[in-house]
């Protein structure tokens, strides 16, 4: 396990669907199931990453181009925040990859 107070960063839901604590990013059995081609809110939750911090969201389909996109600025305390990210989801599986960059 990692020690306390240890930065991590997970997209919690999408499209309001929770995302589970240990996702498995299996293109095979997909963690989060959605029957819409709109665009979708990721929510993002994060701890002891300082608060301001845009979290970037890779997403990478089974077929079709890489997408990249921001985050809103995290909001809270440096102990739990949150942000949110649109997306447009292509058809077909996508696995998501959520990174935070900051200066101490």
Same mark, same amino acid.
């Given at each position: 396990?990692?020690?306390?107070?240890?930065?991590? /960063?997970?997209?919690?839901?999408?499209?309001?669907?929770?995302?589970?604590?240990?996702?498995?990013?299996?293109? /095979?059995?997909?963690?989060?199931?959605?029957?819409?081609?709109?665009? /979708?809110?990721?929510?993002?939750?994060?701890?002891?990453?300082? /608060?301001?911090?845009?979290?970037?969201?890779?997403?990478?389909?089974?077929?079709?181009?890489?997408?990249?996109?921001?985050?809103?600025?995290?909001?809270?305390?440096?102990?739990?925040?949150?942000?949110?990210? @649109?997306? @447009?989801?292509?058809?077909?599986?996508?696995?998501?990859?959520?990174?935070?960059?900051?200066?101490?």
């Amino acid at each position: 396990a990692p020690p306390p107070n240890t930065p991590t /960063v997970r997209v919690v839901s999408v499209a309001g669907v929770p995302v589970p604590a240990r996702p498995s990013g299996s293109f /095979v059995l997909p963690d989060v199931t959605l029957n819409e081609a709109t665009a /979708v809110t990721l929510a993002i939750e994060a701890h002891f990453i300082p /608060v301001g911090t845009i979290v970037k969201l890779t997403l990478t389909p089974e077929t079709g181009p890489v997408q990249t996109v921001d985050s809103t600025p995290l909001s809270g305390t440096l102990e739990s925040s949150t942000a949110t990210a @649109t997306v @447009t989801l292509p058809a077909g599986f996508s696995r998501a990859y959520v990174q935070a960059s900051w200066t101490p």
